[in-house]
């Protein structure tokens, strides 16, 4: 059965939606899923209609109309005139494809693969008790935790925070220019979108106040 979040349930809006905490600031998410969510942003798309139909949903605004289509068993279909984007699922293994470009989710013994065409790179994921490291073509990250002591490597440099009682001291490159640290990959299709929330199968709370709902990576 889909899980279905909707956070302004009125037919005709033409203000902001409060955010939430599934898929993030100035989204509202449409349907939440084990891998991330199906979401709209109501401060691009403007004055907007959102409605259920026998199949799903449909959204129109600025950005046209666009359909939702589907069930977590066959999958799901955004469609927006003659494009057509297509989620299916098997557990946490997702396959999203659209307009000549892919996305794929692959786990494995605790591994995660995220592959992506737009834009293109392999990243691969993995946590072990004290150490957080994500690998793809930009090179090499780690997350390392020890006692209060937090080290971040990258291809950039180091940055280490001191977590002391009542003080924090942070040295190095900062977080928002280390590639790959953040919250998960973000898929827009026409003012609605699609997220895959890898924090969540990597929870980061050594980090997650700078890079809460930073992309992993950029358009």
Request: proline share 5%.
């Amino acid at each position: 059965m889909k899980t279905i979040f909707l956070v302004c349930a009125l037919l005709s809006v033409n203000q902001w939606c409060l955010a939430d905490e599934t898929s993030g600031p100035n989204r509202s998410t449409i349907l939440r899923f084990p891998w991330g969510s199906l979401y709209y942003e109501p401060g691009l798309i403007g004055p907007y209609q959102f409605e259920s139909t026998n199949d799903g949903f449909r959204l129109r605004s600025n950005q046209g109309e666009v359909a939702i289509q589907g069930t977590d068993v066959n999958g799901y279909r955004l469609i927006w005139g003659k494009e057509t984007l297509t989620i299916n699922q098997n557990g946490l293994d997702l396959d999203i494809r659209g307009n000549g470009k892919t996305w794929t989710l692959h786990s494995i013994n605790g591994k995660y693969t995220l592959a992506s065409s737009s834009p293109r790179d392999t990243m691969v994921f993995e946590r072990n008790a004290n150490t957080f490291s994500i690998k793809g073509a930009k090179g090499l990250v780690t997350v390392t935790l020890d006692f209060q002591t937090l080290q971040i490597k990258s291809p950039l440099g180091t940055t280490t925070v001191i977590n002391d009682i009542g003080k924090r001291t942070m040295s190095g490159i900062g977080l928002d220019q280390i590639p790959y640290l953040g919250r998960g990959l973000f898929i827009p299709f026409h003012g609605v979108g699609i997220f895959i929330d890898v924090a969540r199968f990597f929870p980061m709370q050594e980090v997650a106040e700078w890079v809460e709902w930073k992309p992993i990576l950029g358009p």
